[in-house]
């Protein structure tokens, strides 16, 4: 033991080099058994006050935090999770990130979020497998590729890439594809060749570290259960370790949303429903997009492990159980086998449900509430991945200079109740339809 007079320990030399991550340090590693690693982040335990509370572990609320500590040197800041870090969405989702949107609003957004995607990894200083390898919607009607047509012009106009690929094209790059199976045989594609897919559960792990890294207090297993008000003034909030005083909270709690916003008599324009996904045994490379079905719910990928990871849409009732259903299965396989007939003799290895936070426009919400001191982050239906590094710099923007971001100005909640809701695809208000 050393006492306080010694001298302190020079820590060894790969101890002290634990905190970045590099070929040179897992070469190293490699040679002493790998015992020299650290933990990724520290386990913090509540302090009795921050500058800012983030309720929350997910992408989002670990974004949020990681900005506001990286740009606005805002450091004073804990994460609440009532679980581990990656349990939620974050780590439920099916991986795609993209920013093939109509709304002008909504592709600037989304592709400030695909940019900051590209740049991800070496920011974190951590591998997220951020995949370009390109997300393809088929259409099936003539209609349809005018919709779809419309979209990609949107989006050229705006400087993101799309392309439209023909019939010939999308079997020669998708042979698993029936193209002239079932009632819609497939008439050509739409690419956007800069979409593709990220490894869910290390993006929170490595926004956890950089933030941790930054001064970040990630505190886990702590459930929040109360937020506290003094006349219209939020003052911190409750949770299973005791009261922890704030000068602001940022609700990040994807599908539990309006419970916690109940806490402070706000009623949210979100409803939550269960959207489920499902990964097939290992297989040989089959697929290098991902692939979304036009004539049905279902899309599909190859996770670099092998499995394929696929999904349909969300259940049309509300619920918070983050688990499977065989109706979801059996509705979710026959898409499946009527646009990739080969998929039939493949096994599935698991199903699960992650609770999602619907918006009544399908829009995401980046936004002061009623509250002083209370914003919101939530409304990400089932499409907030890909929105992780945007929504967490947009957050911590209006946090930080109590403005909105730029491109997120209309993400506010205010829209609902002046009318001025998103039209991103006509689906209207109600959350099954989106
Ligand atoms: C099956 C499925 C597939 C999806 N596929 C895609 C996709 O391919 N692409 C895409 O862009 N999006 C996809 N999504 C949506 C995406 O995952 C979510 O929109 C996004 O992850 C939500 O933001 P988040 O990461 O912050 O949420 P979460 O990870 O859910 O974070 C919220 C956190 O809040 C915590 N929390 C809740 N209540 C409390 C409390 N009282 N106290 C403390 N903590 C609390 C929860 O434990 C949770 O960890 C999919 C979702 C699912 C379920």
Redesign the pocket.
């Known amino acids: 033991m050393q006492n306080a007079a010694s001298p302190p320990a020079r820590a060894p030399l790969l101890r002290r080099s634990a905190a970045r991550y590099s070929g040179w340090r897992l070469f190293l590693e490699a040679l002493t058994g790998h015992r020299g690693w650290g933990e990724a982040w520290r386990k913090a335990r509540p302090r009795e006050r921050y500058r800012v509370v983030v ?8 974004a949020t935090a990681h900005s506001l500590a990286t740009e606005h040197g805002i450091t004073d800041v804990a994460v ?4 581990a ?14 920013s093939n949107y109509f709304h002008p609003d909504n592709i600037r957004f989304y592709d400030l979020s695909l940019t900051l995607w590209e740049q991800l990894e070496r920011q974190l200083n951590f591998n997220a497998m951020v995949s370009q390898r390109g997300t393809l919607n088929l259409f099936h009607t003539e209609a349809q590729r005018d919709l779809f047509t419309r979209r990609a012009n949107a989006m050229r106009l705006l400087g993101v890439d799309a392309l439209e690929l023909s019939r010939a094209e999308v079997r020669r790059r998708v042979p698993l594809i029936d193209m002239d199976g079932g009632r819609f045989p497939v008439l050509g594609g739409f690419l956007q060749p800069r979409g593709g897919t990220a490894r ?1 559960d290390a993006v ?1 792990w490595g926004y956890a570290r950089a933030a941790a890294a930054a001064g970040v207090d990630v505190v886990e297993h ?4 109360g937020i506290r008000c003094q006349g219209s003034r939020v003052t911190g909030v409750d ?1 299973t370790q005791g009261f922890v005083g704030a000068d602001v909270v940022c609700l ?5 949303s309006s ?2 916003a109940a806490h402070v008599g706000l009623t949210l324009p979100i409803e939550t429903h ?4 499902f990964v097939s045994e290992a297989l040989k490379p089959v697929l290098d997009l991902v692939v979304t079905y036009g004539a049905g719910h279902f ?1 599909i990928s190859q996770s670099d492990k092998g499995g394929l990871v696929f ?1 349909g849409g969300i259940d049309g009732y509300n619920s918070y159980g983050q688990r499977g259903t065989l109706p979801m299965a059996e509705e979710v396989a026959a898409a499946a086998v009527t646009l990739m007939p080969a998929l039939a003799r493949v096994r599935v290895l698991r199903q ?6 619907m918006s009544m426009d399908g829009s995401p919400i980046i936004s002061r509430t009623p509250i002083d001191g209370l914003f919101l ?1 939530a409304g ?9 590094p945007a ?1 967490g710099r947009a957050t911590a923007h209006l946090i930080a200079h109590g403005e909105p971001h730029p491109l997120a100005r209309h993400l506010d909640l205010d829209r609902f109740a002046a009318g001025r809701t998103i039209d991103e695809r006509g689906a209207g208000p109600f959350p099954y339809a989106h």
């Open positions: 309720v929350g572990g997910g992408g989002h609320g670990l609440i999770e009532r679980g870090l990656g349990l939620g969405n974050v780590g439920r989702n099916t991986t795609i990130i993209r869910h929170a702590c459930e929040v259960t949770t990040a709690v994807a599908g539990h419970r916690l269960v959207l489920q996904a899309y999904g699960w449900g992650g609770v999602m936070d982050n990400w239906c089932y499409g907030g991945f890909k929105a992780i929504g």
